[in-house]
């Protein structure tokens, strides 16, 4: 039986539904308004304290101001007050650099190093061809000086940053090599960097990956037509002590080993999830192994990660570095930039290894002196390499 109502009942009827719609926009309009006004309150007591911190010191300091180190400080301290481990400010100069260092350039003298358990800076590697080793530095050297300034009284960070300076430009270096101290004059210059090196190791390619720059991609997809031209009948991959790099680079590298499928989503504060990177048909079809340790992180754990997430390798070595988060750099509008935690990015599975790691399929460990020397240790020192060719064999009498 239908039922009718009246003309009244209807308009009643509108007429409650128009006023719940009201109150449901009104209570959320007024949330918008109500966070909007925070913010605005909020930003407008940071500004009126630099506006009052400004207004004291011009009236009463003592010296001159240098107004373009005051701007900086300024940045900068807006950027470490964040308390993100991973945000910072960068002026022109800084901004280049670091430019220049994602495309895989830079003006140095052609050395990879790290901090030895002295304090001072241990060269891992030579590049061949550059001024460090025209000047003869070799793999194992320490450097306790740059120019005038001993490494343990600068740091470490500020003194391999005074290795690097203007192209044509000269850097003293004292070196201590086999209880002996040398003087070594090194000319700067402009280098591609080297991200990928590798060899064959009997019957498997050893790839070695430092870094992922604008160059790795490309280097790498080399490497690997190489090692296959030399009869490589499986791959090793290195990413003991990389700390990542550029997500555009590697996943261009997973796209070349991976099958169809996503390789990288993001996850952004408010929890939406996106893929950003997917893979094409097109993929190496050969045993694979990753070797890593807890200084492999980012970009480098992502890399790890997508191999394991598609079976294509197993992972052998120490548990990751468990850095799962992406960082944006934003340039501002005097050539400057700042670069902050934008979002989470994740593996194929989907699952985010921040703060965890990543732990690996066959655990290895080196001695602390072995870690120490990783870039010195030979083939049958290294016990995370001998495992990965054994894992490897074993993949091929499976298959």
Known sequence: ?????????????????????????????KNIFNTKIANVDERAQVYEKISE????????????IDEDELINAIADGYMNGLEDDYAYYMDQEEYNEYKMENAGELIGIGVTVTLDESGYIRILEVNEGSPAEQAGLQ???????????????????????????????KVTLTIHRDQEELVVEVTRKLMDTITVTYRMIGENGYIKISKFDSNTPRDFKAAVEDLEAQGATGLIFDVRDNPGGLLDSVAEVLDYLLPEGDIVSSTDSKGNTEVLYTSDADFVDMPMVVICNGETASAAELFSAGLRDYQKAELVGVNTFGKGIMQTSYSLADGSAINFTT?????????????????????????????????????????????????????????
């Open 139 to 169: 793999a194992g050297d320490l450097i306790t000086k740059v120019g005038d300034v001993d490494v343990l009284t600068e740091g470490y960070q500020e003194s391999t940053g005074l290795i690097r300076g203007e192209e044509g430009t």
């Open 1 to 29: 039986m239908n039922k009718k109502i009246s003309l009244g009942a209807a308009i009643c009827f509108m007429a409650i539904a128009a006023a719940i719609t009201f109150t449901i926009t009104m209570t959320y309009a």
């Open 343 to 399: 979002h989470y990015y994740n593996p194929p599975s989907g699952v985010n290894f921040h703060g965890v790691g990543l732990k690996p399929d066959y655990e290895v460990q080196l001695t602390d002196e072995q870690a120490l020397r990783l870039g010195e240790l030979s083939d049958e020192e290294d016990a995370q390499l001998q495992k990965a060719i054994s894992v490897l064999d074993s993949q091929k009498s499976a298959s």
């Open 53 to 64: 911190i400004d207004q004291i010191v011009r009236n009463n300091y003592l010296n001159d």
